[in-house]
């Protein structure tokens, strides 16, 4: 899907009581977001679930424009300690235009202005990758970044909304990755208010995810999204379920 850019792979923004935060910058983050007129130089801080290069090609570039080139220091990012080690993907140089650089661990608790997250476990993933549970002053939210379904999943991340990225359509994939049943399955027992199903690979592609997403609804009883390129989610549509 990176390669044909058939949908975008930018990432996600979040704007949160004020507090703007990149997740997951990924090929065409500088222009999917300059194109959509969100401001990099807003941003509080940028977070990278892990190494790969779909989440992490345009984190140089958007710590670049974050800080104005490093005129303006200021944010910080959250990264994985391997992101960071032998064959690093920030350049060092960026660091001094950082507030600083938090390593993200299992289990740990960190904020950013009025926002806090969690890194709840490590993920089934050739890398060192972390999702995310988000809370705000009214709402949770969480980001089930890529990994293999393992059963802990649903009950770790129950929350308000539920992010996930679903690469395959089959069971049995052949990377580590969920597969449209796995979600079903995380959607079922976690029961969330709403659920957004991103990060398509081909085979979710072809099948149509809004499809998909309209007969896992019918199917669960809970209202689940197939995200769209420039999607916006507003989180009060929450307080209406
Ligand atoms: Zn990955």
Same mark, same amino acid.
């Given at each position: ?6 949908? %975008? ?9 004020? *507090?703007? #935060? ?12 300059? +194109? ?20 992490? %090609?345009? #984190?140089?570039?958007?710590?670049? %424009? ?14 994985? %300690? ?10 060092? &140089? ?15 608790? &960190? *904020? =950013?202005?009025?926002?806090? /997250?969690? *890194? ?8 060192? *990758? ?10 949770? /939210?969480? &980001? =089930?970044?890529?990994?293999? &379904? ?5 009950? #770790? ?10 690469? /395959? ?23 969330? +208010? ?30 689940? #999204? ?5 999607? +916006? /989610? ?8």
């Amino acid at each position: 899907m990176v390669a044909t850019q058939i949908l %975008a792979s930018g990432g996600l923004w979040l704007s949160l009581n004020g *507090t703007e #935060i990149l997740v997951d910058p990924g090929p065409g983050c500088i222009v999917q977001s300059t +194109k959509r007129k969100l401001r990099p130089d807003k941003l509080s801080a940028i977070i990278l679930s892990h190494r790969h290069l779909d989440h992490s %090609a345009d #984190i140089n570039v958007m710590i670049e %424009a974050m800080t104005q080139g490093g005129f303006k220091p200021h944010g910080r990012v959250f990264t994985p %300690a391997d992101a960071l080690e032998t064959e690093p993907v920030i350049f060092s &140089y960026l660091k001094d235009y950082l507030e600083g650089i938090e390593i993200l661990q299992e289990g740990k608790s &960190y *904020t =950013i202005g009025n926002i806090s /997250f969690t *890194t709840p476990v490590r993920h089934i993933h050739p890398v060192e *990758t972390y999702g995310m549970l988000f809370k705000t002053d009214g709402h949770t /939210f969480a &980001y =089930i970044t890529d990994t293999r &379904y393992f059963e802990d999943l649903p009950r #770790i991340y129950a929350s308000e909304l539920l992010i996930m990225n679903v690469v /395959f359509l089959n069971d049995n994939p052949p990377a580590d990755h969920l597969t449209v049943s796995d979600a079903s399955r995380i959607i079922s027992e976690a029961k969330p +208010k709403v659920a957004i199903l991103t990060h398509f690979g081909m085979s979710v592609w072809r099948a149509r995810p809004w499809e998909i997403a309209q007969r896992l609804s019918q199917e669960i009883g809970v209202r689940i #999204i197939a995200a769209r390129d420039g999607m +916006k /989610f507003d989180l009060s549509q929450l307080d209406n379920i």
